[in-house]
């Protein structure tokens, strides 16, 4: 089954302690991305991939790092995470970010940072 | 960069009642335009999406969205909606290798 994974699905975690969120997709896209979903604000772009070792700012990088080793994983990295981080996170992943190319977009990781 | 502007962010409707979102953009290059739907606690999936030929495009579920390329806009039009339609519903342009959502619509279809 064509699927983006993330893990984990939830997370409580305490201010400065680094976390990664895991995201993987089985249907050999080269665009991945991430997202943040904040109510009111709708989704932003944290960081953007088009292909292995090759990634791009978004709308609200400060704060999180992103590495792209393998095609298929594109890990979300928090390094010191703040109470501001707190929100819904989402992957997603696209065959190419030019033309009609649908995103597909993970289950989401609810994080909260305290 | 593209930017998506939604408007009426809560919306409240019986069933049967018909439903428009309205979606404006702007962007200045050839744009793909995209309507996604979130239902309760799943993640996001895609309604329908235009990219190019008829400006009027038919998505899952009799969701249907007319481009408008004067206006900058890709309102989303369901005639008659069910209950199962709560959910909240986000527009998007892609462009510029990104895709730029709108802040959705959180729609709530009363039984």
């Known amino acids: 089954e064509a699927q983006v994974t993330q893990n984990p699905r939830y997370l409580i975690t305490v201010t400065g302690k680094k976390l990664t969120v895991t995201c993987s997709q089985n249907m050999n896209h080269e665009y991945m991305s991430w997202y943040r979903q904040d109510p009111g604000l709708g989704l932003r772009q944290i960081y953007y991939?088009?292909?292995?070792?090759?990634?791009d700012k978004g709308d609200v990088p400060e704060g999180y790092k992103v590495s792209r080793k393998e095609k298929r994983n594109f890990p979300l990295i928090l390094e010191s995470p703040s109470p501001n981080q707190t929100s819904l996170y989402f992957c997603a992943s696209s065959f190419s970010p030019r033309g009609p190319y649908e995103q597909y977009f993970g289950p989401g990781t609810r994080l909260t940072v305290t | 960069a593209q930017s998506v502007s939604q408007h009426n962010h809560h919306v409240i409707l019986s069933e049967a009642a018909s439903l428009e979102l309205g979606c404006n953009y702007s962007y200045g290059g050839t744009v793909n335009l995209f309507w996604y739907v979130q239902y309760p606690g799943q993640h996001l999936q895609l309604l329908l999406k235009?990219?190019?030929?008829?400006?009027l495009v038919k998505g899952i579920k009799g969701f249907e969205a007319e481009f408008i390329k004067s206006k900058f806009s890709f309102n989303l039009r369901k005639p008659s909606v069910q209950w199962s339609d709560t959910a909240e519903y986000f527009c998007a342009v892609g462009g510029n290798n990104r895709l730029a959502f709108g802040k959705g619509n959180q729609v709530v279809v009363i039984p």
């Open positions: 235009y990219f190019s030929g008829d400006p």
């Open positions: 991939s088009m292909n292995v070792e090759v990634t």
